[in-house]
């Protein structure tokens, strides 16, 4: 695939966050996707990348997902992306903070391969999301 390609489909991830189409962001993930998220959190599987991101969204219904830049060589592609949205969900079993979160970056890396995510590392500053939910940090 083209880097071109390759971008697309992380523009369509981000995307499919913002929406809530998680069908959709299932289908741009390799069955057997790997993702490393903060605090050495990793997940296997198509199923477990997709849960994870469903639960930002139900903790953050509003939320939306903006590309802010993207880079890309070969089968790699990084975004810095910045997410905002109101806490009126549950989050990790706490319950909601009714605080509006704006973070003004995450950065996110994704390895491209058969026109397929297969794998992904991403790291945000969490103090700064724990700060804006009220929790401290």
């Given amino acids: 695939m083209s880097i071109e390609e390759n971008k697309e489909i992380v523009r369509q991830l981000w995307g ?10 299932g289908s741009l993930y390799d069955e057997n996707v790997v993702y490393h998220g903060v605090a050495g959190d ?15 969204k139900v903790a ?3 939320m939306t997902a903006d590309v802010e830049q993207l880079v890309a060589e070969g089968d ?16 990790m079993g706490m ?38 939910l009220g929790l401290g940090g």
Wanted: hydrophobic content about 40%.
């Fill in 76 to 91: 790699l592609v990084v975004s810095r992306v910045r997410p905002s949205g109101t806490n009126t969900g549950e989050m």
């Fill in 60 to 62: 953050f219904p509003d």
């Fill in 42 to 56: 990793e997940r296997h599987g198509r199923a477990a990348a997709v849960e994870f991101a469903r639960g930002y």
């Fill in 16 to 25: 499919c966050l913002s929406s809530g189409d998680f069908d959709k962001m």
């Fill in 95 to 132: 319950p909601p903070t009714g605080k509006r979160v704006d973070l003004r970056w995450v950065i996110n890396m994704v390895r491209i391969a058969n026109g397929k995510i297969a794998e992904e590392w991403e790291v945000f500053d969490q103090a700064d999301f724990a700060q804006q």
